[in-house]
């Protein structure tokens, strides 16, 4: 291998599907792009560096054949990207990359290995403490210390201490530099430059590895692939108890750290944006997640993003889903302008029917706004919604709970998603579980409520188990309402609603409720 060939970092995507998502994992749950492998491996590249990305999860790879790739490239730097598109995964996919990091350490003592994610955001002393194959993480999103790094001719510990944002190990002790700046708005165009798309691997053609969610595929395994993800800003200007997005913004060196100190959001610009988007497009891939957990925020940059979009979208081939605050889509003019840019599907976090429980966890009232009406106007616009609810929030009793299921099958959206409130490291419900003593998950898996190993919060008058049988009892009950069925079978045809019917036969099982694995 040539000196200009040889590999400065190779990307190392963790393959954790099955431990997460059980037999859901082998038809039913999405594939996701590794988007901030993907922004990394072209940031560097743009520096000068040569990267590659091996996605041990798109590919299906065990340990062996992680191993054979990297003796083939020998790269100077292995770094795990531990993030995923849901936000407990960046805990839930630890699990996976310990497991690589571990076989790799002792298989080859000397291979240099580092973490970047949300968990070791959070955690960076107590991941080194406790995972004794990484040698050090990154403690925010990594951009600049990355590069740094690259830059030393060792990673010994004498050279590490000069690199501003990682936490290391020298001799023994753990060592938690100084913070590093993130990238600024008006640089990420330039020092974040896009998407290495050419290094995933692929079958037939580019991203058909890659598959999407069920329901944003309209319930049909033929519209899952090609599909892609890309983000048009990093951050959050919101605190939500249960959420630790932001940790990506970290500017601090404590020891842990909490999402909420750290609100911020960053774009790039729509210009550039629409060229990712343009390369996609070419690349034969019309299925596209907005990854942004508030897309529809600022009108500044997602008005312009979805005007071009429009304009690509005159067949209507584009299937694009983004995330929102239910808040922010009153305005009839917005949503029809979101629809031809091919918007087909927004995700909206009502997390609760109950507004005192809403505004515990710092997600507001929804002041001014009625839900059922902000839906009916979604729907107007020829909007699909995947309604997103959290049972066992702070307060949460039957009662709410309850609550919250009459207020979604009312709503009756073409998709329903609830999740099991977890004490995710990095969140407030986290630092809140330690101080009131609650039992913790005594694994990486049990933070994934789809997992065997799952541990949700109790409430104060629900127990872990308690919540994690009413969110699965009424996920099922939900996608066999005969009026949803109807109203799937309606839109997007029978085969979509039998679809539905199928999934619903998976029960997954769960520990806390005596379930045998």
Known sequence: ?????????????????????????????????????????????????????????????????????????????????????????????????????????????????????????????????????IDFVFTNEG????????????????????????????????ILNLSEEVVPTNKMDFDLPGYAWDLLPFKNKPLDLYRAPMWHAEYDFNK??????????????????????????????????????????????????????????????????????????????????????AERNKDDSLRIWSYSRIDTVKRPEILNLVRKAGIKWLALGIESGDKAIRLEVSKGKFEDV???KVIS????????????????????TKETIKKTYDLSLDLCTTGWNTYAAMALPGSQLYKDAIEKNYELPKTYEGYSFHSYETLPLPTETLSSA??????????????????????????FGKIAADNILEMTKIKLKRKILGDQN
């Open 370 to 372: 009625d839900v059922k």
């Open 224 to 309: 899952r692939t090609p599909y892609a993800s890309l983000q048009t800003s990093l951050g959050c200007m919101f605190k939500c108890n249960f959420c630790m997005i932001n940790l990506i913004n970290r500017n601090d060196s404590n020891e842990i750290g909490v999402a909420s100190n750290y609100s911020n959001m960053r774009f790039w610009s729509p210009d550039f944006i629409i060229k990712e988007f343009d390369k996609l497009i070419s690349m034969g891939v019309k299925t596209i997640r907005i990854v942004d957990e508030m897309f529809l925020l600022n009108p500044k940059y997602y008005v312009p993003l979805c005007e071009k979009l």
């Open 466 to 491: 308690e919540v994690i049988k009413l969110r699965d009892d009424n996920f099922i009950k939900y996608h066999s309402h005969k009026p949803f069925l109807k109203k799937i079978e309606k839109k």
């Open 1 to 133: 291998m040539d000196k200009k060939d040889k590999i400065d970092c190779c990307f190392l995507i963790p393959n954790n599907a099955k431990k997460s998502y059980q037999k859901l994992s082998e038809t039913y749950s999405a594939i996701e792009p590794p988007t901030w492998a993907l922004l990394l491996a072209q940031s560097i590249r743009s520096a000068g560096f040569n990267p590659s990305i091996i996605d041990a999860n798109a590919e299906n790879l065990d340990e062996k054949d992680i191993l054979n790739r990297l003796k083939e490239i020998s790269p100077k730097l292995i770094c795990l990207v531990v993030y995923g598109q849901n936000v407990n995964a960046g805990t839930t996919n630890m699990s996976g990359a310990t497991n690589i990091s571990r076989f790799l350490k002792k298989n080859d003592p000397n291979l240099p290995i580092s973490f970047i994610g949300s968990h070791v955001q959070a955690l960076p002393v107590e991941t080194l403490k406790k995972e004794k194959s």
């Open 143 to 174: 951009v600049y210390a990355l590069r740094n790094i690259l830059k030393l001719n060792s990673f010994e510990s004498n050279l590490l201490k000069s690199i501003k944002g990682i936490a290391y190990r020298d001799k023994g002790n753990i």
């Open 377 to 396: 106007k979604v729907h107007d616009a020829d909007i699909n919604v995947m309604a997103n609810y959290i049972y066992g929030l702070p307060g949460d």
